[in-house]
């Protein structure tokens, strides 16, 4: 998905056949499109969500493109970002869309509610609003549990409760966030994998919160060039793939600590950061990789798509012996 240089959005979905990557359906929209994801869609509808430069949040039958099935003008401009959960199979509860967008707004949306947020979270009052550049959802492991989290441009991650309604956490990381991630969203918050400008990604062990530290992390720094995606491998959630600004792939595995948690001097629990071990590297383009994801049905096989206006799919080998 994106846009032509004569300023309209497009749709391409592709077919794997034989090795080659054969186009079978190309769908051009009057706006540029942004992001997109299927999340929040049933295994058998298959619905893709759409975020556009105008700040239209869309939902489109494949199928039948020419009109949305649902439509929100979610945001005064662009939609950066955008991630569903309660679809697929994944997470448990109702199907739901965030979207991040430049105006600083946080929103999370119910397909079955129009116009109107189940959610909104933005800075208060007079605060200065910061460009939102990644959100995500993660603890949806029953009905009523839900996070979602959201990084910024001056380096803000923060994590909000969907049950309360409130804060959780936040922390700056100093450096613009490119991506957040959960390891998986439909259990209790167990990792985050934050990517961010300079090449250096964060990972945080969500499984115990301080009330002063916050949760324990690992810092790596994977290249000099901005890292703009991670996504963790369905099959086994401590691996995971960064994509860099110089067209590189980096392959990682988390390890635990022995103890994954502690007590402070005050007798409070607090967590323990494990380790990143790079398991292995590729260059595949000059441009950067602006997107990457992983099959959940065949192991190893993921799918990108860089600056130079190219998609690859791509098999990562062995990853059942690591």
Not at 158 to 184: A, H, P, Q, Y
Not at 256 to 274: E, F
């Amino acid at each position: 998905m994106g846009n032509y240089a004569r300023g309209t959005g497009v749709l391409q979905v592709y077919e794997v056949c034989q090795g080659d990557a054969v186009l079978l359906k190309e769908i051009e929209k009057s706006k540029p499109i942004k992001c997109g994801t299927f999340g929040s869609a049933s295994l058998q509808q298959r619905y893709l969500a759409t975020g556009n430069f105008d700040g239209n949040m869309n939902i489109w039958n494949l199928e039948a493109p020419e009109l949305p099935v649902y439509s929100v003008k979610a945001h005064k401009e662009i939609i950066n970002c955008i991630d569903g959960v309660g679809g697929l199979g994944i997470g448990e509860g109702a199907p739901e869309v965030v979207t991040g967008s430049r105006d600083g707004m946080v929103k999370v949306w119910d397909p079955r509610q129009k116009d109107t947020p189940v959610a909104n979270m933005q800075a208060a009052g007079g605060d200065n609003q910061r460009d939102c550049w990644t959100v995500a959802f993660g603890h949806a492991y029953n009905q009523q549990e839900r996070c979602v989290c959201a990084g910024y441009d001056n380096g803000d991650i923060k994590l909000f409760d969907l049950r309360t309604m409130s804060l959780r956490w936040e922390k700056n990381i100093r450096n613009g966030v490119c991506c957040v991630e959960f390891d998986r969203k439909d259990i209790t918050m167990n990792k985050l994998v934050a990517t961010s400008l300079e090449g250096k990604f964060h990972v945080f062990d969500m499984r115990t919160q301080h009330p002063t530290k916050g949760f324990a992390s690992v810092t790596e720094k994977a290249s000099k060039s901005t890292i703009w995606q991670a996504r963790h491998l369905p099959q086994n959630r401590d691996i995971f793939m960064t994509a860099g600004g110089a067209g590189n792939l980096y392959l990682w595995k988390y390890e635990y600590p022995a103890q994954r948690s502690k007590m402070d001097p005050d007798n409070v629990a607090m967590g323990v950061a494990g380790t990143v071990t790079l398991l292995q590297n590729a260059t595949i383009s000059t441009q950067p990789i602006s997107s990457l994801d992983w099959s959940p049905d065949k192991l190893g096989l993921c799918v990108c798509s860089a600056f130079d206006q190219t998609v690859r799919v791509l098999i990562v080998t062995k990853l059942n012996r690591v």
